[in-house]
């Protein structure tokens, strides 16, 4: 069964190659449309008789994209709206307030599964980022892709994934194919302003984190109303949580939803403090020093170690991973030629890490002795008040705090009140559930 398996997967690996060879060859030298939806701002049309002969006498046409009359000026009204310096969200908030249907609401019968409510930021993000409203056909931007369910028991099979391809790896026609909604000038002025957008955000972002003003509960806090993280800024000295909702985008998707939510930090951090300084207290106290005490061995019987000692060892475990899947993937019947260039590949990167890892030094520390519960006892009782402790401790120390406790906050504006749920780190690492298909996956975990 093995070696039937193995030729079975190189026949289809085989037909694979001669159909996208065929497909590319198409695309390139013809501009033939190749099946698949539509984008926004065109529609489906006949060009004539299928050229296969067999295809031609059963009815078969070959199909082309015309532009759709009602949608095609929404696609240029966005192109230049953004080369004029709007945003993809303003643009989305602009067309939602002028009634225009969203793509979803548009064709509805191919989006049934899609809300039809309003724009949103990230549709006119497609469409300013798709290359076929300049004429050209354009083909390989996604693939699907087989991976091996569990490379310890390749009997498991594999499992389909929907890769994207990077925008050198697109193939485009020799020469237009379709009736053209934009130029080709105002589509690379269009890359051009989003790419000058997005290194001036980095920029900022890259300021904000060296010389900003650190926010603990940055990326914790969520609105209930609409699900969306709420953003963190410092109003007169204060530090609240916000989450903004446009006019225009709550009246289509929260309705409930006010203009402006606010929660401020320091209300939340002084009742989440006293919370976690309940685990001091008497009839708790007992089983909080065994677990400091655990955690206090743990760490004086850890290797000492650099980041790029850290780095390089972990490389080593990717490489061996990665021989192990390979081993798999020419056990399941891939091409050996190509098994063996990642092996190749793999052998080289493990190679560097090794000889990165020989190069750094050693790192040496004085063996310390983990802390007794007689020693964490009497450095608890020390401290005094711990929830006043903590909640005047730097900003900058509470955030790990927070994180290592894995605190999720979810504020109800209509009651006024945050609900906070905690989960470690390491029980979002080693936990386990049912898979939610049943026994069609006995496999997953």
């Not at 310390?368 to 020693?375: G, M, R």
């Amino acid at each position: 069964m093995s070696v039937f398996g193995g030729m079975s997967k190189g026949e289809r690996n085989r037909i694979k190659i001669r159909v996208r060879t065929a497909m590319s060859s198409q695309v390139q030298l013809q501009g033939r449309y190749l099946g698949g939806r539509p984008p926004y701002g065109y529609r489906i049309a006949d060009a004539g008789s299928h050229p296969n002969p067999a295809k031609a006498a059963a009815g078969q046409q070959i199909h082309t994209l015309e532009p759709d009359p009602v949608a095609a000026p929404v696609v240029q009204r966005s192109f230049r709206l953004y080369v004029d310096g709007l945003s993809s969200r303003s643009i989305a908030l602009q067309l939602t307030r002028d009634g225009i249907p969203c793509p979803s609401a548009h064709d509805a019968a191919r989006n049934p599964h899609r809300k039809k409510t309003a724009w949103q930021a990230g549709a006119v993000r497609a469409i300013l980022l798709n290359p076929r409203y300049t004429g050209y056909e354009v083909w390989n931007k996604q693939r699907k892709e087989e991976r091996l369910l569990d490379v310890d028991d390749v009997t498991l099979g594999h499992q389909t994934y929907l890769t994207h391809d990077p925008a050198d790896q697109w193939l485009y026609s020799n020469e237009p194919a379709h009736e053209a909604l934009i130029t080709t000038e105002l589509f690379d002025a269009a890359q051009a302003a989003r790419k000058q957008r997005a290194h001036n955000h980095q920029r900022q972002e890259r300021a904000r984190r060296e010389g900003g003003r650190p926010y603990v509960l940055h990326g914790r806090v969520r609105c209930s109303l609409c699900g969306r993280k709420m953003h963190a800024a410092a109003i007169r000295k204060t530090v609240y949580h916000r989450c903004e909702y446009k006019e225009e985008e709550a009246r289509n998707s929260a309705p409930d939803h006010p203009r402006t939510v606010y929660l401020r930090e320091d209300v939340v951090c002084r009742a989440l403090d006293q919370w976690i300084a309940r685990a001091f207290e008497p009839n708790r106290l007992a089983a909080t020093i065994k677990a400091l005490s655990l955690a206090s061995a743990a760490a004086s019987t850890a290797d000492a170690q650099t980041p790029e000692q850290a780095q390089a060892r972990q490389a080593l475990k990717d490489c061996e991973r990665r021989f192990a899947r390979y081993q798999a993937a020419l056990e399941a019947g891939a091409d050996p030629a190509v098994v063996t260039q990642w092996i190749n590949d793999a052998h080289k990167d493990k190679q560097t890490a090794q000889e990165k890892l020989d190069a750094l030094p050693a790192v040496t520390r004085k063996k310390e002795s983990p802390l007794t519960a007689q020693q964490i006892r009497e450095l608890t009782e020390s401290l005094g008040d711990i929830a006043q402790r903590i909640h005047t401790a730097d900003a900058a120390k509470k955030g790990p705090l927070y994180e290592a406790l894995g605190i999720e906050i979810t504020y109800q504006n209509e009651t006024r009140t945050a609900t906070v749920r905690s989960r470690s780190l390491s029980a979002y690492r080693y936990s386990e559930c049912e898979c939610p298909r049943g026994d069609l996956n006995p496999h997953a975990r």
